[in-house]
């Protein structure tokens, strides 16, 4: 069946440098969606990225991530963490013709001064 | 503003006792969503729903049942609450088959004593 991974449950890092987290997934399908969404403390999650198109660069907010279908991947990256970039991120697919969602275990992003 | 709403935001239950966690959208999406969150698992799906009148089970969906009595509502139900069922509960709204993306709302925190 569908799922998603997301090795790493925590990422300390300090402020200013590049940010990395790691997605990726597993589905028989072709025409999946992946996502990115991030859940700050005491609000909803949102979302920040999404892609189905193949070795096509996606951006948002500062952030961006390609979907690579032929290794199964939708890394979420960014070139300089912010202070206010500590949250929870989530990377997730999704089918268009079935309409659910499998979320990863989430990534705790904690940025440091 | 399209959005999804929940009620309650906090809820206290005794075990054995019953509790309806409610979810409105005007989103006027096809497809809600029930999901817990829980350190270390992620958004866990319990229920979903396609339309008015529609339930179908998710991952996890034993020890809770769900009603969708119109387009707008969903509503989550726990028979006989459980101490392991105090957990964040999130509904969504989505119909990516429409292009729209998953809205999430702000959340119930239940806990059951």
Known sequence: G???????GLVTLTEGLPVMLNCTYQTIYSNAFLFWYVHYLNESPRLL??????NKRTEHQ????????????FHLQKSSAQLSDSALYYCALSRRS???????????????? | EAAVTQS????VAVT????????NQTNNHNNMYWYRQD????????HYSYGAGSTEKGDIPDGYKASRPSQ???SLILELATPSQTSVYFCASGDLGRNSDYTFGSGTRLLVI
Do not use: M, Y
Not at chain 1, 2 to 8: A, G
Not at chain 2, 39 to 46: F, Q
């Open chain 1, 2 to 8: 569908d799922s998603v991974t997301q090795k790493e």
């Open chain 1, 49 to 54: 990225l999404k892609s189905s198109t193949d």
């Open chain 1, 62 to 73: 500062g952030f961006h991530a390609t979907l690579h279908k032929s290794s199964s991947s």
């Open chain 1, 98 to 113: 079935n309409n659910r969602i499998f979320f990863g275990d989430g990534t705790q992003l904690v940025v440091k001064p």
């Open chain 2, 8 to 11: 309650p935001r906090n809820k």
């Open chain 2, 16 to 23: 054995g006792g019953k509790v309806t966690l409610s979810c």
């Open chain 2, 39 to 46: 350190t270390g698992h992620g958004l866990r799906l319990i």
């Open chain 2, 72 to 74: 707008e509502n969903f």
